[in-house]
């Protein structure tokens, strides 16, 4: 199986122009994640969704907005990026809640010009 | 305090050593707890989980101690690659907004 993919792999976005990063994952889990890494910071947790149809806020989730339509797509979005949303950003899933094992998609590195 | 907190590193030891290092956490509602080991470029993938005192697997070894709260990570015979970084997070709140990773502990393993 595939698991958990992202597009795109990376992406050079210039500043005050929208972009969507794309999450799937085909493991049928209920609960999915949006985190940013930055040089020193770690993991940041941006928007998560406990189950289709509900997402919730992270530590981080101003300038993004998320939509869980269905269980498979979780796709992040920045209406108007700006040059401090240059990141790498990490999708996960995990079964049930945040007691059980992520599964991480392999990243998206984001350049904000 | 910071939620959770581990040494930066670099660990730099020689293959074959044992090396451990440490990761604190501040929320004692804290359940259960993950390491997770996250290669140059790469995604975090998970590592050990622990639920209780401890967990053992092979060569790593997690310990807990909730009284002054902190979990550790043992690895014993060192290879070279088991370099990596390795990140801590605690978790079981019942609410994934409150999911906080460690910045994670550098090790670097020599020949």
């Known amino acids: 199986t595939a698991g958990i993919t992202q597009a795109p792999t990376s992406q050079i976005l210039a500043a005050g122009r929208s972009m969507t990063l794309r999450c799937t994952q085909d493991m049928r889990h209920n609960a999915m994640y949006w985190y940013r890494q930055d040089l020193g910071l770690g993991l940041r947790l941006i928007h998560y969704?406990?189950?289709?149809?509900?997402?919730g806020k992270g530590e981080v989730p101003d300038g993004y907005s998320v939509s869980r339509a269905n269980t498979d797509d979780f796709p992040l979005t920045l209406a108007s990026a700006v040059p401090s949303q240059t990141s790498v950003y990490f999708c996960a899933s995990s079964e049930g809640g945040d007691t059980d094992t992520q599964y991480f998609g392999p990243g998206t590195r984001l350049t904000v010009l | 305090r910071k939620e959770v907190e581990q040494d930066p590193g670099p660990f730099n030891v020689p293959e074959g050593a044992t090396v451990a290092f440490n990761c604190t956490y501040s929320n004692s509602a804290s359940q259960s707890f993950f390491w997770y080991r996250q290669d140059c470029r790469k995604e975090p993938k998970l590592l050990m989980s622990v639920y209780s005192s401890g967990n053992e697997d092979g060569r790593f070894t997690a310990q807990l101690n909730r009284a002054s709260q902190y979990i550790s990570l043992l690895i014993r015979d060192s290879k070279l690659s088991d370099s990596a970084t390795y990140l801590c997070?605690?978790?079981?709140?019942?609410?994934?907004?409150?999911?906080?990773f460690g910045s994670g502990t550098r090790l670097s393993i020599r020949p």
């Open positions: 969704s406990n189950t289709a149809g509900t997402t």
């Open positions: 997070v605690p978790c079981g709140y019942s609410s994934a907004s409150k999911i906080i």
